[in-house]
C-alpha cells in the first residue's frame, strides 16, 4: 500500500509570507495527525482529523495556523503569516482506528527566513 | 497528560557493541508504548510497539524493548548495533487519548 505522503518536501519562505503544507495519509486511514519537530527538541503533537473533523487541536500554537481536511482524505496546514519560530519539520501521520500503529509521512521541513 | 524521558540525547558506539536507549514516561493509566526509527534522510518508521501481553517485545532489525510497569519504563535494546543503526530513535507513548506524545529522540552515532 502507498504510504503516508506529504509535500512538499521542503520549503524555504520569508517571514509574513504564507505557506501551505499538504498531507495524503493512506487510503481509508480516518484518522490523521499533524507533528511538529522543531530542531533538536521533542516532536510535538499539533491535531488530529478523524475524517473530516477536528477530534483534538490543543497543540496548535496559535491562530496563525490552520488545518483543514475537506472530504476526509487529505489534509492541509496553512501557515499564515510565517514567523521565524515557525521553522521545523511538520510530520503527518495517519492510523486506521485510534491506538493502533501510526504510518507517519517523511516530513516537510519549513525554513522561515 | 503523559509525558516522555529520554535520558539520552546522543550516543555514540562502536559496531558490534550493545544498546540500551532509556525511556521513561509518566502517566496514570493503560499505556500504548512505541518506538520509533528515523535513518538520515528517511521518515519516521516504527520499530516496535507495545499495547497488552509479553512485556518484553521484539521489533524489526533487531531490536527489543522491555516494559516495566513498575518503573514506568520501556528501554530499547540492541545486543550489537551496526553502522546502518545510525539514525535517531524516538519513545513515545499514548494513553486515553490515544495520541502518541513523544520524547525528544536519542541520536545514535555507530562507527563502523
Known amino acids: 500500500e502507498a504510504g503516508v505522503t506529504q509535500f512538499p518536501s521542503h520549503s524555504v519562505i520569508e517571514k509574513g509570507q504564507t505557506v501551505t503544507l499538504r498531507c495524503d495519509p493512506i487510503?481509508?486511514?480516518?484518522?490523521l495527525y499533524w507533528y511538529r519537530r522543531v530542531m533538536g527538541k521533542e516532536i510535538k503533537f499539533l491535531l488530529h482529523?478523524?475524517?473530516?473533523?477536528?477530534?483534538?487541536e490543543s497543540g496548535m500554537p496559535n491562530n496563525r495556523f490552520l488545518a483543514e481536511r475537506t472530504g476526509g482524505t487529505y489534509s492541509t496546514l496553512k501557515v499564515q503569516p510565517a514567523e521565524l519560530e515557525d521553522s521545523g519539520v511538520y510530520f503527518c501521520?495517519?492510523?486506521?482506528?485510534?491506538?493502533?500503529?501510526?504510518?507517519f509521512g517523511s516530513g516537510t521541513r519549513l525554513t522561515v527566513v | 497528560a503523559q509525558s516522555v524521558s529520554q535520558h539520552n540525547h546522543h550516543v555514540i558506539l562502536s559496531e558490534a557493541a550493545s544498546l540500551e536507549l532509556g525511556c521513561n514516561y509518566s502517566?496514570?493509566?493503560?499505556?500504548?508504548l512505541f518506538w520509533y526509527v528515523q535513518y538520515p534522510g528517511q521518515h519516521l518508521q516504527l520499530l516496535l510497539k507495545?499495547?497488552?501481553?509479553?512485556?518484553l517485545v521484539k521489533g524489526i532489525k533487531g531490536f527489543e524493548a522491555e516494559f516495566i510497569k513498575s518503573k514506568f519504563s520501556f528501554n530499547l535494546r540492541k545486543p550489537s548495533v551496526q553502522w546502518s543503526d545510525t539514525a535517531e530513535y524516538f519513545c513515545?507513548?499514548?494513553?486515553?487519548?490515544?495520541?502518541?506524545?513523544f520524547g525528544r529522540g536519542t541520536s545514535l552515532i555507530v562507527h563502523p
Open positions: 501521520a495517519s492510523s486506521q482506528s485510534r491506538g493502533s500503529g501510526y504510518t
Open positions: 487510503s481509508g486511514h480516518d484518522n
Open positions: 482529523f478523524v475524517k473530516e473533523s477536528k477530534q483534538d
Open positions: 502517566y496514570g493509566g493503560t499505556v500504548n
Open positions: 507495545y499495547f497488552s501481553g509479553d512485556p
Open positions: 513515545a507513548v499514548s494513553g486515553g487519548s490515544y495520541i502518541p506524545t
